[in-house]
């Protein structure tokens, strides 16, 4: 969702800065891993920050009309993101983005995982192999490519160093179409 559908606003970096956490983590993961008091504050803070993200967000050139695209063509949409709940509902309602599904970490298991992509293919009746995942970051890919699924990653400075672990790479979501026969 942040990166993909919306511009990126969430540093990563700093925000395991703030919350005490390996710069090579993952920050859920972190967090889940930490002492309970610890933990309940971490929780609470990395809210805030996803909550102030989702509402100052804003959306990726040409967000709107892929999933109106995709709509017309009659493939299924889902929203898998480690966001919260709220992030995401702030997100969805704020641009009027529409889902045949939509999960958030509360609704297990989260990328990496390939599990959260297994189950939002049969959850849709399709098949891992006919889905194509779109993300920003290596748990993206990771994830996609563990389900069976086609990776592909949107790097828009065409730097990242995990960019080798996708299938297709595009630097916007415009270059989305031929791939998914949508031109």
Same mark, same amino acid.
């Given at each position: 969702?942040?990166?993909?559908?919306?511009?990126?606003? @969430?540093? $990563?970096?700093?925000?395991? =800065?703030? @919350?005490?956490?390996?710069?090579?983590?993952?920050?859920?993961?972190?967090?889940?891993?930490? +002492?309970?008091? +610890? %933990?309940? %504050?971490?929780?609470? =803070?990395?809210?805030?920050?996803?909550?102030?993200?989702?509402? /100052?967000? %804003?959306?990726?050139?040409?967000?709107?009309?892929?999933?109106?695209?995709?709509?017309?063509?009659?493939?299924?949409? #889902? *929203?898998?993101?480690?966001?919260?709940?709220?992030?995401? =509902?702030?997100?969805?309602?704020?641009?009027?983005?529409?889902?045949? *599904?939509?999960?958030?970490?509360? /609704?297990?298991?989260?990328?990496?995982?390939?599990? !959260?992509? =297994?189950?939002?293919?049969?959850?849709?009746?399709?098949?891992? #192999?006919?889905?194509?995942?779109?993300?920003? $970051?290596? $748990?993206?890919?990771?994830?996609?490519?563990?389900? !069976?699924?086609?990776?592909? @990653?949107?790097? %828009?400075?065409? /730097?990242?160093? $995990? #960019? &080798?672990?996708?299938? &297709?790479?595009?630097?916007?979501?415009?270059?989305?179409?031929?791939?998914?026969?949508?031109?």
């Amino acid at each position: 969702m942040d990166g993909t559908l919306t511009e990126p606003l @969430l540093d $990563f970096g700093a925000i395991r =800065r703030e @919350l005490g956490i390996a710069p090579e983590a993952g920050i859920l993961e972190a967090v889940a891993a930490m +002492p309970e008091g +610890p %933990r309940q %504050r971490a929780q609470e =803070r990395l809210l805030e920050i996803e909550l102030a993200a989702a509402r /100052d967000s %804003r959306m990726t050139p040409g967000a709107d009309r892929l999933l109106e695209a995709l709509c017309r063509a009659g493939l299924k949409s #889902a *929203l898998l993101t480690r966001n919260a709940r709220e992030a995401m =509902r702030i997100i969805l309602e704020r641009f009027g983005f529409r889902f045949d *599904l939509a999960w958030s970490r509360e /609704d297990g298991p989260i990328k990496p995982e390939p599990d !959260g992509v =297994r189950r939002a293919c049969e959850a849709l009746s399709i098949r891992p #192999a006919r889905t194509a995942c779109v993300g920003d $970051f290596q $748990f993206d890919l990771v994830a996609a490519n563990a389900a !069976g699924a086609c990776s592909i @990653l949107l790097d %828009r400075r065409g /730097d990242l160093p $995990f #960019a &080798h672990l996708a299938r &297709h790479v595009v630097a916007s979501l415009d270059e989305l179409y031929p791939i998914l026969g949508l031109d």
